[in-house]
């Protein structure tokens, strides 16, 4: 059964850092895109992030450019989200997601074949 499980989230004040962890199991994702999604109330889920299985590439959002940095560790089938100057606007519900075969960092939802249950982020001003 294959699982990405988040941890990391929390509350935290504007300007602050966090750092987001998935932990994936059930199969590889070495060869796989890993990247990271966000919902807040009341909005559509919104990309954030994604890495390509080497890491060797990734992309950002506008919104997240500059701020946040995604890495993966694939040795230990993780992949990370750190995140800095936080904002008020960047409390969500932060989703870890994953392909299963395809190693392209891919900015849509419907590319993603695994997601996590999701993390809370709260940034307060």
């Known amino acids: 059964q294959v699982q990405l499980v988040e941890s990391g989230g929390g509350l935290v004040q504007a300007g602050g850092s966090l750092r987001l962890s998935c932990a994936a199991s059930?199969?590889?994702?070495?060869?796989?895109?890993m990247g990271w999604f966000r919902q807040a109330p009341g909005q559509e889920r919104e990309f954030v992030a994604a890495?390509?299985?080497?890491?060797?590439?990734?992309r950002y959002s506008d919104s997240v450019k500059g701020r946040f940095a995604i890495s993966r560790d694939n040795a230990k089938s993780t992949v990370y989200l750190q995140m800095y100057s936080l904002k008020p606007e960047d409390t969500a519900v932060y989703y870890c997601v994953a392909k299963r075969l395809d190693s392209y960092a891919a900015a849509i939802p419907t590319a993603y074949d695994y997601w996590g249950q999701g993390t809370q982020v709260t940034v307060s001003s």
């Open positions: 890495i390509s299985w080497s890491g060797g590439n990734s």
């Open positions: 059930g199969r590889t994702f070495s060869r796989s895109a």
